[in-house]
């Protein structure tokens, strides 16, 4: 599944099949009300430039990527707040450079070769984002030069986090917010009234949602030849082995060096619990296509009581609350709950979450860089802000019917992503390590004949340190060009 920039605050976006390209819709012009409308603009007032002062402003920037993340589609979307800022306060507005999720890295590639940069990409480790690889490939700057983490008010609070994101002492992203990664959404009325399963938010509230409480589910549930499956979906793998014990198969040094935790012991321990998952044939498929899920929508099944647990981003729910009840659950009908992953009952007892950013990077060769980070100001301030927060609240709650339980585990969730940041740079690596690491993730629950830990670790733990090496290597050479050329893929 594509996925997609998490300005989860203000946005919940539906999610197209990876390769596909977006949607040829019209934006339509949402607004909000005059009450909203005027705290905004005041709060803005405080912490943002005048208009007259701004540099940016009545400026268009060129926003590249696959989705159209910043105007509205449908009277029922939720209005991107940061956005209505830049255009409100500072007059700008945003040109689509609409690319596909195959073509984003030789697309932009040419569009930087043809002296035709887009302004602002996306930011983040994951596999449709930049960092390390594609900064290697020159394809974007440092923002050093423009944004002060250390002493300005408006990003300090950001500043250690974005030293995730450090290339030779440069920053390369621009981070407007930590935020939680994926989450188990689940049915409630399927869990609890169908099955009698005590309810993961309960369990949870009384820190008794464990790995072992998880597993009994999904084998209670689980029955293959009622084509009725406990999991589906891509995040439950490294979801389990790796977010939920706080570890990563690939992490990162204060040098900035690359290295393995393969013989990390709670990582060891929560692919065990994976591997008893693929032995008991509860992972999803299509008679012997183990990738069948590339066919179906994020969270589709689950309400009908298909699959009991399809994790996913709450950017992947849909857009509207009709979208919402058509996969997970109706919020509208009490149906749709959500929860961190389960914790190792053996653990340290933190429940994590896999961290990341919401932000921007900066393309080689833009064109209208004072507008870019001037918008890139406009999010950070709403993220900020406890007066537009209320109102992002609150069309949540007028909009997609959340409710208060269910706020409140966002900000809780959002609190635990903050507490125990930890950057998941699997999915923008060399490809040779990229590949490696995949075998790791898919070697057990993507076929019919699952191989354990120990089996993937003998055969793959030599090449994947091979790679690092070689990666370790590359950023050690590296220095950017701004007249370099990009390479294409």
């Known amino acids: 599944m594509k996925r997609i920039l998490a300005l989860i605050l203000v946005l919940v976006l539906t999610v197209a099949c990876v390769g596909c390209s977006g949607r040829k819709r019209k934006p339509i012009q949402l607004t909000l009300n005059s009450e909203d409308s005027a705290a905004i603009l005041a709060a803005a007032g405080v912490k943002l430039p005048d208009l007259e002062e701004a540099k940016g402003a009545n400026s268009v920037v060129k926003w590249y990527y696959w989705e159209n993340?910043?105007?509205?589609?449908?009277?029922?979307?939720?209005?991107n707040t940061g956005y209505w800022t830049f255009q409100e306060k500072y007059g700008g507005s945003i040109t689509f450079v609409e690319t596909t999720y195959d073509e984003r890295n030789t697309k932009l590639a040419n569009l930087l070769l043809s002296g035709d940069s887009p302004d602002l990409y996306t930011a983040g480790t994951?596999?449709?984002?930049?960092?390390?690889?594609?900064?290697?490939?020159?394809m974007f700057q440092p923002i050093d030069d423009y944004i002060d983490y250390e002493n300005d008010p408006l990003w300090k609070g950001v500043?250690?986090?974005?030293?995730?994101?450090?290339?030779?002492?440069r920053h390369y992203a621009i981070v407007t917010e930590v935020i939680f990664k994926d989450v188990i959404p689940y049915n409630r009325r399927v869990?609890?009234?169908?099955?009698?399963?005590?309810?993961p938010a309960e369990l949870y509230a009384n820190d008794e949602w464990t790995w072992g409480n998880f597993l009994d589910m999904c084998l209670e549930f689980n029955d293959p030849d009622s084509d009725r499956y406990a999991v589906n979906g891509w995040y439950v793998v490294n979801g389990?082995?790796?977010?939920?014990?706080g570890r990563y198969i690939i992490s990162r040094d204060e040098n900035g060096k690359f290295y393995s935790n393969l013989d990390d012991p709670f990582i060891e321990a929560g692919e065990n619990i994976i591997y008893e998952l693929c032995k008991n044939d509860c992972f999803y498929h299509n008679g012997n296509d183990y990738w069948a899920l590339w066919d179906l929508d994020t969270g589709q099944g689950v309400r009908e009581g298909k699959y009991l647990f399809w994790p996913a981003g709450i950017d992947q729910w849909g857009e509207t609350v009709e979208e919402y009840a058509a996969t997970y659950g109706d919020p509208r009908e009490d149906e749709l709950m959500f929860v961190p992953y389960p914790r190792n009952e053996n653990g340290d007892g933190i429940y994590y979450l896999a961290s990341n950013i919401s932000g921007f990077s900066l393309v080689r060769g833009a064109t209208n860089v004072d507008g870019a980070l001037l918008l890139a100001s406009c999010v950070r301030f709403k993220i900020m802000d406890p007066v537009v927060q209320a109102i992002d609240r609150k069309q949540r709650q007028d909009k997609l019917f959340w409710?208060?339980?269910?706020?409140?585990?966002?900000?809780?969730?959002?609190?635990?992503?903050?507490?125990?940041?930890?950057?998941?740079y699997t999915g923008n690596l060399n490809q040779g390590a990229q590949d490696t690491y995949d075998k790791f993730e898919w070697g057990m629950c993507r076929t019919a004949n699952p191989k354990s830990w120990a089996q993937l670790k003998e055969e793959n733990k030599e090449q994947l340190q091979y790679y690092l090496d070689e990666l370790n290597a590359e950023i050690d050479a590296y220095e950017y060009s701004p007249d370099g050329e990009t390479p294409l893929e």
């Open 69 to 79: 993340i910043f105007e509205n589609y449908d009277e029922g979307e939720i209005v």
């Open 126 to 138: 994951s596999n449709f984002a930049m960092y390390p690889s594609n900064c290697l490939k020159n």
């Open 159 to 169: 500043a250690d986090v974005a030293d995730y994101y450090l290339l030779k002492g």
């Open 191 to 199: 869990i609890v009234d169908d099955w009698g399963f005590d309810d």
């Open 240 to 245: 389990i082995a790796e977010v939920s014990t």
């Open 403 to 424: 409710s208060d339980e269910m706020l409140d585990m966002y900000d809780h969730c959002q609190d635990l992503a903050a507490a125990n940041f930890r950057a998941f």
